[in-house]
């Protein structure tokens, strides 16, 4: 039952249940409010200020959308097939999981909206950016290791970094952390405080975390499979929350990104991909399909996609900004992270105490003591941005991808020494080498496409040899560039500090012009 409402600029009216509105007031989830949805977009793009917040409960109301559309469109299906008597020859099957799940539904897609709704919960401040700052998996196994809470899934958490202790670990595996406490409160909360009405608390004693973990994560296995009357819906549900070439996640990011940013780039046609969505089941599993009549809106999807990342997070300034954190902290040790904690409560309390811009403003400014790091950081603070004085775009082709990655490495690998000489006569450049592929996460696609062939149907799975559009969507596009930190006051004195940089990049601009 959904007795709260949210009122959202991109989706209208949002119904959420009183769990969801219990999880929005707790900290892991309500600090997200703090969590800018593109770190410094915000300095290109003034009104772009939204929040993780926001857009996981966009997500959240998408994932419910598709899973009501894709059953949907199996019950359209199926009345014309019988409509005109035809008949079903195919080696899988077209299914209703509304009707295939039975009386378990409401739990699955409570869990469904959950996982939606919590996917972005171990964000921390900065979003991806603050990966490179968080703990190694073996400090993460120490702090679970004082609280209850996660003595069920200790093991799992041991499995899934097993090979990778001594990693970084990233926001997914620190969601998978919070969903299990947020879930294990709200069990207490429902056993303890007669918070919720009868429907709610019998949900509340359902509901599975590691079915929640698994539709965001499949390779967390506190649940082998997502399962049901021995069938599996771990890809379906999977599909839904988080796959390629498109999911909830991606749906609502673009369309909010866009609004905010105030470009037109990242707007598709929402009413007919849900019209393309349809559950399939093959060989005991079920996925999530497109049929091919909703092709072309998927290929218009991808490439909003692929602008926006172009004209807007890969946008000179905003990637100025990121380039100045990064020189700002060059110089911290990161095998010391900046997370300090020894307990749970005290890595729940590290989250919670750092928005972005506390982050920003003082944990780092307090860490960064070298002179000229602190002072590029207070540049960066005071939107003093460094200038670009070069670009360079390439556009390769799929024949070309090894080659010219290796050729890019090699050349940011030479940059150094230009840099060095650079700094002695006290200029302070960065270069940037950055990479939009469009079939980033093809590999961990479980979306098929279901092809008309004469009255029946056929699953693919190949995207990228469906058609000549998807093969054409292939090409990945780099863009190079070369920024200068501000020390001049007037255009001359830019023009010859920029002259400077471009006599000393001379051989590596050569070679970039060398690629084809």
């Known amino acids: 039952m959904y007795t709260g409402n949210v009122l959202d600029p991109i989706h ?16 892991p989830f309500n600090r997200l409010r703090r969590v800018k949805q593109n770190t410094f977009l915000y300095l290109v793009f003034p009104s772009s200020n939204h929040t993780r917040f926001e857009h996981s409960i966009g997500v959240m109301h998408l994932a419910h959308q598709i899973y009501l559309n894709s059953n949907n469109n199996y019950e359209t299906g199926a009345y014309k097939k019988e409509k005109y008597k035809v008949k079903d020859t195919t080696d899988f099957k077209f299914i209703s999981t509304r009707e295939n799940l039975g009386k378990q539904e409401k739990i699955f897609v409570q869990e469904l909206r959950l996982a939606s709704l919590l996917h972005d919960v171990g964000h921390g401040p900065m979003s991806h950016k603050f990966d490179q700052y968080t703990i190694t998996g073996r400090k993460l196994l120490e702090i679970l290791k004082t609280d209850k809470a996660f003595e069920p899934y200790l093991k799992h958490f041991q499995d899934f970094l097993k090979d990778k202790e001594d990693k970084k670990i990233d926001h997914e595996l620190v969601s998978c952390v919070f969903i299990i406490k947020i879930i294990s409160q709200l069990k207490e909360t429902a056993k303890t405080k007669n918070k919720f009405n009868k429907e709610q608390t019998e949900l509340i004693n359902q509901l599975n975390p590691g079915r929640i973990i698994k539709m965001i994560e499949p390779e967390f296995n506190a649940v082998e499979k997502i399962e049901n009357e021995n069938i599996d819906y771990t890809d379906y549900f999977n599909s839904i929350v988080s796959s390629f070439p498109l999911d909830a996640d991606r749906m609502d990011y673009l369309y909010r990104d866009s609004y905010f940013s105030g470009v037109k780039y990242g707007l598709y046609d929402l009413s007919r991909l849900l019209m393309s969505f349809i559950p399939v089941k093959e060989d005991g599993k079920v996925t999530l399909a497109v049929k091919e009549s909703g092709i072309d809106s998927v290929i218009r999807f991808i490439q909003s996609r692929t602008h926006l990342y172009n004209q807007v997070y890969f946008h000179k300034t905003n990637r100025s ?87 890019l490495k090699d050349i940011k690998q030479n940059t150094s020494k230009a840099i060095s000489e650079l700094q002695e006569k006290g200029i302070d450049v960065a270069v940037d080498i950055f990479k939009n592929e469009v079939f980033k996460d093809y590999n961990k696609s479980k979306i098929k496409i279901a092809r008309k062939v004469d009255a029946d149907y056929e699953l693919v799975s190949d995207w990228k040899t469906f058609n000549k559009e998807l093969k054409i969507l292939e090409y990945e596009v780099y863009i190079i560039r070369i920024y200068l930190r501000r020390k001049f006051d007037n255009p001359k004195m830019f023009m010859r500090y920029k002259k400077s940089v471009l006599l000393e990049f001379k051989d590596v601009i050569e070679k970039l012009d060398q690629i084809k």
């Open 12 to 27: 209208g009216l949002i119904k959420i249940s009183e769990i969801e509105k219990w999880i929005l007031g707790q900290k």
């Open 321 to 407: 900004a990121n380039c100045m954190l990064d020189f700002a902290c060059r110089k911290l040790d990161l095998k010391k992270p900046i997370l300090e904690a020894t307990n749970f409560a005290e890595f729940e309390s590290f989250y919670w105490n750092n928005s972005d811009e506390l982050f920003l403003w003082n944990l780092l400014r307090s860490k960064i003591t070298s002179q000229k790091e602190s002072e590029v950081l207070e540049e960066l603070l005071n939107r003093k941005l460094w200038k670009r004085v070069f670009q360079k775009k390439i556009v390769v082709i799929p024949d070309d991808k090894f080659d010219v990655g290796r050729k």
